[in-house]
Nanobody, 124 residues
Framework: EVQLVESGGGLVQTGGSLRLSCAASGFSFDDYAIGWFRQAPGKEREGISCISTEHGDTYYADSVKGRFTMSIDNAKNTVYLQMNSPNAEDTAVYYC?????????????????WGQGTQVTVSS
């Protein structure tokens, strides 16, 4: 059974930090890029970052570049999203995903596997 299990969401203050985790199982981790979408209330799902499980290359959307950082632990089939200096606009449900190729994902329909999502709320 394919699983992407997110953890680490919660309430964080503006300017603080939070780390999300995504643990993958049930598929060949090395054959996929792993990334994050987020969806704020009333807004479309937005792809914000991804990482190549093979090379460790990363991509970030402009909205998070310089503040968020992805990392990977191949031994644990787990990726992390370090969120630094979050602001109110970062409040959303964050979804981990797996995609067969590395790079920005334009449409959610392109994603192969999804996690269940974890809520991040940034308070001032």
């Amino acid at each position: 059974e394919v699983q992407l299990v997110e953890s680490g969401g919660g309430l964080v203050q503006t300017g603080g930090s939070l780390r999300l985790s995504c643990a993958a199982s049930g598929f060949s981790f090395d054959d996929y890029a792993i990334g994050w979408f987020r969806q704020a209330p009333g807004k479309e799902r937005e792809g914000i970052s991804c990482i190549s499980t093979e090379h460790g290359d990363t991509y970030y959307a402009d909205s998070v570049k310089g503040r968020f950082t992805m990392s990977i632990d191949n031994a644990k089939n787990t990726v992390y999203l370090q969120m630094n200096s979050p602001n109110a606009e970062d409040t959303a449900v964050y979804y981990c995903y797996a995609h067969s190729s590395f790079g920005p994902v334009e449409a959610p329909q392109e994603v192969d596997y999804w996690g269940q999502g974890t809520q991040v709320t940034v308070s001032s």
